[in-house]
């Protein structure tokens, strides 16, 4: 049946986001499953074709909006259960989770295979993904001619994902859709990288990406090379085949995962169960990220191509994890999971990755004011850095973006690990009696701020003076300039000790160097922003803590000081 009105069209552009993300586990699951330092040029392989299919995902996406459409991600269903035909595919062949080997590779081979040249476009029911796309874009021609580009192209071209917006990372482009000709370049980008530049070259018109001082060759092409163990190379042909230089592929370097992993395979309280939940609940939050992208906030979508490699460490955690039947691990499990928390706002500690931060909660830069002498006197407000309703920091302390983070963790083996849990800091404070005043201390979060004394006195110092109301103000003075929340006070409010603090604003700042120390800071989190561990529980919420982002705090995520002797810098 063909594409012959708006309603149509844009249910199959929903139709050829399902499809290319149908692809993106298959190939993580073969990529992550190749042990470190083997198979190089097969993982460059594969990595490529990955990030292409998420180029190919926004495109799809990008059209649809532009037609006036709404790209969903969020919804029971979008993540296949493997083994699976393709989405509205003719279901000749089912795609399998597994490792790499080469009847994966072979598997992937049928899922880009070219059209034939005189193969029809077909709407469903398709062989080749040529002719879907075929179907598609007669579709975007009959209701333009029909209706016309202006009432067909109604959708709002500030949500288009762009070089200029967004981060992306692969070869090819990000290509904003505001007409018919942009739709069909959008179109045009996804079969030919596919498939190569027409049915008698292999190339795609792209650089590869980790060689570019070659030429790409089509998605088909590129898995037929790990077949041959070899490249191709200018010249070539799909009859020829690849004739460049040759590469070993040691089909046995593997992780020997399970096929189709699945969740009731383990006990609810098994380690595996633990980390395949975790990988399913982030995989999904992955997901509404991806949706917010593409619903006005287009700087998210270079965030979840980072965040869909991060979810790597938990892939290969699974990976390596015995299945328990002697012979095979676990592997990795995708599937749908709604929300795990209600929260609006929190941050998101990744493993060995950045804060995210996802809500409304503004980012500013603050800095201490200090006396001639050196002494902290106040905080001050210095800037406010623009950031979406949702963004991400460094926590390596090695970004050239600070403090947004730019994917150097990744480079650097960054460790995140700090304590394996942390006890209510109630139980670990000590305490201040004063008289009318008790303070409460826990030095291990201490940032070294230096509000808590100056030259004539301190905290500790005024505590047996603070009967006389003015040594008392000192104190709470000094306490409530505290950024990490390491002096807390109670004060007497009917006849009981209660805790007194002034409900802060919700708001991040890095905090910069200044002109006495010289050292940049942590970031300051203020207002009960929930956080979330990396394992999907969040820590307890308080009222004020900092973070560390230098990178080498032992009580991460935690600041505890060590920037200073770093000479932490922006």
């Known amino acids: 049946m063909a594409i012959t009105n708006l309603e149509s069209l844009r249910t199959?552009?929903?139709?050829?986001?399902?499809?290319?993300?149908?692809?993106?586990?298959?190939?993580?699951?073969?990529?992550?499953?190749?042990?470190?330092?083997?198979?190089?040029?097969?993982?460059?392989?594969?990595?490529?074709?990955?990030?292409?299919?998420?180029?190919?995902?926004?495109?799809?996406?990008?059209?649809?909006?532009?037609?006036?459409?709404?790209?969903?991600?969020?919804y029971e269903g979008f993540i296949p259960t493997f083994p699976t035909p393709l989405p509205h595919g003719d279901g000749s062949f089912v795609v399998n989770l597994g490792k790499f080997s080469a009847e994966g590779i072979k598997s992937f081979l049928n899922i880009e295979r070219p059209a034939e040249t005189d193969a029809e476009p077909l709407d469903e029911n398709y062989h080749s993904i040529g002719q879907f796309y075929s179907a598609i874009t007669e579709g975007l021609k009959s209701c333009c001619k029909a209706l016309g580009e202006d009432v067909v192209f109604s959708g709002d071209p500030s949500w288009q994902l762009t070089a200029e917006t967004t981060y992306y990372g692969g070869a090819g482009h990000l290509i904003g859709v505001t007409d018919l000709a942009s739709a069909l370049a959008a179109m045009e980008e996804i079969v030919e990288q596919g498939e190569g530049m027409d049915h008698a070259s292999i190339f795609d018109g792209d650089k590869n990406m980790f060689h570019p001082e070659r030429e790409e060759v089509g998605h088909y092409f590129r898995f037929q090379e790990i077949l041959e163990g070899r490249s191709y190379q200018a010249g070539d042909t799909p009859t020829s085949g690849p004739t460049g230089e040759r590469f070993n592929v040691d089909w046995q370097a593997v992780h020997n995962m399970r096929i189709n992993p699945d969740i009731n395979d383990y006990s609810s309280d098994s380690v595996a169960y633990e980390k395949?939940?975790?990988?399913?609940?982030?995989?999904?939050?992955?997901?509404?990220?991806?949706?917010?992208?593409?619903a006005g906030e287009p700087k998210l979508f270079g965030e979840t191509v980072g965040t869909m490699f991060e979810l790597r460490h938990l892939i290969l955690d699974l990976m390596e994890l015995p299945s328990g039947d002697g012979a095979t691990t676990v592997g990795p499990y995708f599937a749908y999971r709604p929300p795990a928390h209600g929260h609006d706002s929190w941050i998101e500690i990744r493993e060995n990755g950045p804060y995210a931060v996802h809500g409304d909660i503004p980012l500013v830069r603050k800095k201490r004011v200090t006396s001639d002498r050196g002494e902290a006197l106040t905080w001050a407000t210095i800037e406010t850095l623009p950031a979406d309703e949702g963004y991400v920091l460094c926590r390596c302390g090695q970004s050239k973006t600070k403090p947004f983070c730019d994917g150097t963790h990744d480079h650097i083996d960054f460790d995140g690990e700090g304590p394996a849990d942390f006890a209510p800091i109630s139980e670990t404070q000590e305490i201040l009696e004063g008289d009318g005043i008790r303070v409460k201390v826990d030095n291990s979060y201490c940032v070294h701020a230096k509000y808590c004394f100056n030259k004539s006195s301190g905290i500790r110092k005024l505590i047996p003076e603070s009967a006389d109301a003015n040594a008392k103000s000192q104190i709470i003075a000094m306490v409530d300039r505290c950024p990490s929340g390491t002096f807390v006070y109670e004060l007497p409010l009917d006849s009981e000790m209660t805790e007194v603090e002034e409900e802060l604003r919700r708001e991040v700042a890095a905090i910069s160097e200044d002109e006495c120390s010289k050292t940049a800071g942590p970031l300051w989190v203020t207002g009960g922003v929930p956080i979330m561990k990396p394992d999907g529980t969040f820590l307890e919420t308080r009222n004020r803590v900092t973070l560390c982002r230098c990178g080498q705090s032992k009580n991460k995520p935690f600041c505890d000081g060590t920037h200073t002797k770093v000479k932490f810098k922006e």
């Not at 097969?42 to 299919?53: P, Q």
């Not at 996406?61 to 006036?68: D, F, Q, S, T």
């Not at 939940?277 to 949706?291: I, N």
């Open 276 to 294: 395949m939940e975790a990988l399913a609940q982030g995989y999904s939050d992955m997901l509404r990220m991806m949706e917010r992208a593409f």
């Open 12 to 74: 199959h552009l929903q139709w050829a986001i399902e499809l290319e993300h149908a692809t993106l586990a298959p190939y993580l699951s073969a990529l992550y499953s190749i042990k470190e330092g083997t198979n190089i040029e097969s993982a460059e392989v594969i990595k490529s074709v990955f990030l292409e299919e998420m180029l190919h995902m926004a495109l799809a996406a990008n059209i649809l909006n532009a037609v006036g459409g709404s790209p969903k991600f969020d």
